[in-house]
């Protein structure tokens, strides 16, 4: 069993930043991909950031040039450096992990909330 625990959310005012981190227990893994996403209050949950172990990373078009991943496949960590935040940008973000051999699994942790405001 996998488990994803998030870290590093809380009330930030407009233009500020924040650090998320995602840590990966339990059993043996090897992911192939981490990624964030949010949920903000009344949507669907959106992807914010993905990275493969290959070391390619996207973006959500709305956090371009503000937010960004890195990934450790080694220790199975994942950071989102956000910053220039928005009111816009408060949700709950997950972090999440996807295996791919032998079957695909993915994996995701609770939730940390982001809240942008003064």
């Known amino acids: 069993q996998v488990q994803l625990a998030e870290s590093g959310g809380g009330l930030v005012q407009p233009g500020g930043s924040l650090t998320l981190s995602c840590v990966a227990s339990?059993?043996?893994?090897?992911?192939?991909?981490m990624g964030w996403y949010r949920q903000a209050p009344g949507k669907e949950r959106e992807l914010v950031a993905a990275?493969?172990?290959?070391?390619?990373?996207n973006y959500a078009e709305s956090v371009k040039g503000r937010f960004t991943m890195s990934g450790n496949f080694v220790r199975n960590t994942a950071i989102l450096q956000m910053n220039s935040l928005k009111p816009e940008d408060t949700a709950v973000y997950f972090c999440?992990?996807?295996?791919?051999?032998?079957?695909?699994?993915?994996?995701w942790g609770k939730g940390t909330l982001v809240t942008v405001g003064s």
């Open positions: 999440n992990a996807v295996v791919t051999s032998p079957t695909v699994m993915t994996h």
């Open positions: 339990g059993s043996i893994f090897l992911f192939d991909a």
């Open positions: 990275i493969r172990r290959t070391g390619y990373t």
